[in-house]
């Protein structure tokens, strides 16, 4: 791998790290540059604005986090994929990427508004391509997703990662309770 794309990702994992810690308006280049151990010059390099850094990192988010979910062979698969993605992240204490972008989305050019808002919809449209989705799923994927970003925001505003396994139990309980059915 060229070290110029070494360079990329680690400003694209400190951006990542910082982001979703403090949004948009939490971090600097020179942050960045301080975090990578390279000159802000270089952050300006291979981004030329934030919101360029921002856009790439949200489609590096979305790709990861579909690759991560796979293709789930049922609704009750895919509801524990997707509560393990966002149980990893409330155990973190670290907030989704599109949650912390989008809590300042109205201030973010408009091709990171679009990422964000690509994020969600991404998550969506996985949840619909699961076989059976319309009548195994207990909520519509809209629902769903919305449910999995607000827990996931009180646990983290909250500093309880237990908010999020409260508000989450009522679908916990729905999948065990169909794997359990003879």
């Known amino acids: 791998m060229p070290q110029n794309e070494t ?14 810690v403090a949004g948009y308006n939490g971090f600097s280049f020179r942050d960045l540059a301080n975090d ?21 990192l949200m489609e590096r988010y979305r790709i990861r986090a579909l690759e991560t979910l796979g293709s789930p062979e049922d609704p009750d698969e895919a509801l524990r994929k997707l509560t393990a993605l966002f149980r990893a992240a409330a155990t973190g204490q670290e907030m989704c990427l599109c949650g912390a972008l989008g ?29 059976g989705w319309e009548k195994g799923l207990p909520l519509p994927p809209e629902t769903l997703v919305s449910l999995f970003e607000g827990a996931l925001l009180l646990s983290i505003t909250a500093r309880d990662p237990t908010f999020f396994e409260v508000a989450i139990a009522p679908l916990v309980s729905v999948t065990d309770s169909r794997r359990l059915r003879p």
């Open 36 to 56: 990578v151990g390279i000159k802000s010059a270089s952050v300006h390099y291979h981004f030329p604005t934030k919101g360029d850094l921002a856009h790439e």
């Open 103 to 131: 809590v300042s989305s109205a201030a973010l050019p408009e091709p990171v508004q679009l990422s964000a808002k690509g994020f969600s919809h991404a998550l969506m449209a996985w949840l619909k391509e699961v076989p």
């Open 7 to 20: 360079i990329r990702d680690a400003i694209l994992d400190a951006a990542e790290g910082r982001a979703r």
